[in-house]
């Protein structure tokens, strides 16, 4: 797909780096997401992942006390997700509008299905962890990785996990990660691999 003038200007800033350029951005805006996520985390992700162009598909789930930030208002907790991503994306970017929600962004616990790229948000109660799966990832030591972790943190905590889902999302739509992986956040601001647990089938 080309990009359209009013494009290539809205997206300038992502455009003019050399990791990501034209090229990249088509790949961003051919991206998309089912979003299960009603908290903090999942939906600081959802917003910056809209933000760079990548559509956004809420699952069925209302929102959360906490949820509120970049997308929700007070008011607007208890409400379906869908209801409010439907009136409040247009705004943020209408690129993001969902029509193509291939891969999945899921605050844990969550369920896993579809071809990628999954990025799961959970924490381990010290910090927020990140685990992500590119399309060829093994599933199963994927999930054997998840399971060990629950919700993720809410808070300032949950917004850095948040932006972290969002880059790790779009790094796998551009391929610039390893197919497995997961990554740790925690105060003030820290950054840390994680070990990925091996299936009985790859173990």
């Known amino acids: 797909m080309a990009l359209r ?17 034209g090229r ?3 790949k961003l805006l051919a991206g998309g997401v089912r979003l299960k996520a009603t908290g903090t985390a999942g939906l600081t992700a959802a917003a910056y992942v809209a933000a760079g162009g990548t559509a956004v598909e809420a699952g069925p ?5 906490g949820a509120e930030g970049f997308l ?9 997700g869908p209801e409010v ?3 409040v994306l247009p705004d943020v970017n209408a690129d993001a509008l969902p029509e193509r929600g291939t891969g999945r962004l899921a605050e844990l616990p969550a369920a896993w299905d579809g071809e990628g790229p999954w990025v799961a948000l959970g924490g381990d109660g010290t910090r927020g962890v990140a685990v992500f799966r590119g399309t ?3 599933p199963g030591c994927f999930e054997a990785t998840t399971a060990t972790l629950g919700p993720p943190p809410s808070g300032a905590l949950g917004v850095g996990l948040g932006a ?3 880059l790790l999302l779009q790094r796998l739509l551009l391929g610039m990660e390893p197919v497995l992986g997961a990554r740790g956040w925690e105060a003030p601001g820290m950054l840390t691999d994680q070990p990925v647990r091996r299936c009985g089938r790859c173990g």
């Open 61 to 65: 789930e209302s929102l959360v006390p």
């Open 24 to 26: 990249g951005q088509e």
């Open 72 to 80: 929700v208002k007070a008011d607007e907790v208890g409400r379906p």
């Open 5 to 21: 003038e009013e494009q290539i200007l809205r997206y300038s800033r992502q455009i003019l780096l050399r990791e990501v350029g």
């Open 85 to 87: 991503l439907a009136r």
């Open 164 to 166: 972290l889902g969002a």
């Open 136 to 138: 060829t990832g093994c």
